[in-house]
C-alpha cells in the first residue's frame, strides 16, 4: 500500500539553527512523485517541491534543499539558518497513481509542526 | 495566491444541516481535488474530478457528493452533517491528471457543526 511516515511530530529550534524535517515513503510503483507541501499557521497548503522517482539529483532553492534516497525511500527536508516565518507544519505527499494515468491523488504524511524561536 | 478560490471560508451551521462548499480551480486547470484536513485523521482525499467527469473517490461518506460543472468549477455537498464532520476543506487544482503535476490549494473552508 502507498504509505507516508513523517515520523517528527513536532521539532523546536532556535533562529539560524538548521533543520532536517523527516519523510519515508512506501509505493509499489516503479515511477511515482513526491511532493512537500507548508502549511503556515494562516492555514493555507503552500507547494514547496515536487520530486521524480527516476531523478535522484538534490534540490537546492535558496535556505531550502531536498535530499532524495530512493535506497532508502526516504525525501527529507532541510531548512538552513532557520527564520521565525519558517514556523509552520510541513507535509510530504505521495502521488497515488493509477494505471493509465486516471488519477494522481496525493497520499499525505502526518506533518511536522516546526516551531522556529527567536 | 494560489489561484484557487475557495467560499466560503467559514461556515457555521448545526447537526443534521446540509451545506455547500464552491472552487473555482486556476485558470487552465482540469482538475479539481477535495481533501479533508481534521485532527484525528489528518489530510485525507476525498474526491477528484477532471473536465467534469469523476476520476477517483478516497474515504467519502456517502452523506458527501460532489461535482464539476461546464465551467469547471467545483462543489461539495454535504448532508445530515454529524460534529464530526467539523474540519478544514480544501480544494485543489491541476492542469490533468499526470503525476508529476503539482496539485495548488485553495485556503479551505473551515466547516464547524454546533
Known amino acids: 500500500a502507498q504509505k507516508v511516515t513523517q515520523a517528527q511530530t513536532e521539532i523546536s529550534v532556535v533562529e539560524k539553527e538548521d533543520v532536517t524535517l523527516d519523510c519515508v515513503y512506501e509505493t509499489r510503483d516503479t515511477t511515482y512523485y513526491l511532493f512537500w507541501y507548508k502549511q503556515p499557521p494562516s492555514g493555507e497548503l503552500v507547494f514547496l517541491i515536487r520530486?521524480?522517482?527516476?531523478?535522484?539529483q538534490n534540490e537546492i532553492s535558496g535556505r531550502y534543499s531536498w535530499n532524495f534516497q530512493k535506497s532508502t525511500s526516504s525525501f527529507n527536508f532541510t531548512i538552513t539558518a532557520s527564520q521565525v516565518v519558517d514556523s509552520a507544519v510541513y507535509f510530504c505527499a505521495l502521488s497515488d497513481l493509477r494505471t493509465g494515468g486516471a488519477t494522481n491523488k496525493l497520499i499525505f504524511g502526518t506533518g511536522t509542526l516546526l516551531a522556529v524561536q527567536p | 495566491d494560489s489561484g484557487v478560490t475557495q467560499t466560503p471560508k467559514h461556515l457555521i451551521t448545526a447537526t443534521g444541516q446540509r451545506v455547500t462548499l464552491r472552487c473555482s480551480p486556476r485558470s487552465g486547470d482540469l482538475s479539481v481535488y477535495w481533501y479533508q484536513q481534521s485532527l484525528d485523521q489528518g489530510l485525507q482525499f476525498l474526491i477528484q474530478?477532471?473536465?467534469?467527469?469523476?476520476?477517483a473517490k478516497g474515504n467519502i461518506l456517502e452523506r458527501f457528493s460532489a461535482q464539476q460543472f461546464p465551467d469547471l468549477h467545483s462543489e461539495l455537498n454535504l448532508s445530515s452533517l454529524e460534529l464530526g464532520d467539523s474540519a478544514l476543506y480544501f480544494c485543489a487544482s491541476s492542469v490533468g491528471t499526470v503525476g508529476n503535476q503539482p496539485q495548488h490549494f485553495g485556503d479551505g473552508t473551515r466547516l464547524s457543526i454546533l
Open positions: 474530478y477532471y473536465n467534469g467527469e469523476e476520476r
Open positions: 520530486r521524480n522517482s527516476f531523478d535522484e
